[in-house]
């Protein structure tokens, strides 16, 4: 019973080196979320996903690029990392609205530091 | 703009008495509203939710009020217990086509001291 599963946990990265932060999950669900927790800020939605092969920006999407090729997959790409990119990265997931809301399930989040 | 508020962020109890965390909101297009329990080094978990058609909610010692005209919420733990120590969050969605996306506030420490 996995749920949302996020690579890697933890990664130190240097200023302008790219990586890419992968979201997996087994639920079946439409919906999938990106989210970053700084101090004090909450969590804030960075971009999300409403099904395969479809994007959006959220809150926060300046420096970050996603792609969801497959259902299960979710994707989130720094292609030149900064200092204000450290951060804690949740992905979550929630199953297709039926007009009435349902809860997101979270991962264990990726705590990315940049130097 | 924050639209979904914790101004506490901190709260210290002792164990068996009750816990009341505290949220605010601004954007009156929010319909559902989530508490959202979190661990250190772990993600979020869904604790309990409120409908805007409704104005409380239960599940077993936790219970969540809505007042809708003052924009606010609250989640209270009773009893509260040791275990119950961790950062909650309030969140809010806004239906329709908001496709499941949350708003969050800045979460509040509870403690409970045995």
């Known amino acids: 019973n996995a749920g949302v599963t996020q690579t890697p946990k933890f990664r130190v990265l240097k200023t302008g080196q790219s990586m890419t932060l992968l979201c997996a999950q087994d639920m079946n669900h439409e919906y999938m979320y990106w989210y970053r927790q700084d101090p004090g800020m909450g969590l804030r939605l960075i971009h999300y996903?409403?099904?395969?092969?479809?994007?959006a920006k959220g809150e926060v999407p300046d420096g970050y690029n996603v792609s969801r090729l497959k259902k299960q997959n979710f994707l989130l790409g720094l292609e030149s990392a900064a200092p204000s990119q450290t951060s804690v990265y949740f992905c979550?997931?929630?199953?297709?609205?039926?007009?009435?809301?349902?809860?997101?399930?979270f991962g264990q989040g990726t705590r990315l530091t940049v130097v | 703009d924050q639209q979904v508020k914790q101004n506490s962020p901190s709260l210290s109890v002792q164990e068996g008495r009750i816990s009341i965390l505290n949220c605010d909101y601004t954007n009156s297009m929010f319909d559902y509203f989530l508490w959202y329990k979190k661990y250190p080094a772990e993600g979020p978990t869904f604790l309990i939710s409120i409908s805007s058609i409704k104005d409380k909610n239960e599940d077993g010692r936790f219970t969540v009020f809505l007042n809708k005209s003052a924009k606010h919420l609250s989640l209270h733990i009773v009893p509260s217990q040791p275990g119950d120590s961790a950062v909650y969050f309030c969140?809010?969605?806004?239906?329709?086509?908001?496709?499941?996306?949350?708003?969050f506030g800045q979460g509040t420490i509870l403690t409970v001291h045995p």
């Open positions: 979550a997931s929630s199953p297709l609205d039926r007009g009435w809301n349902t809860e997101a399930f």
């Open positions: 969140a809010a969605s806004a239906g329709g086509t908001s496709y499941g996306k949350l708003t």
């Open positions: 996903s409403v099904g395969e092969g479809t994007t």
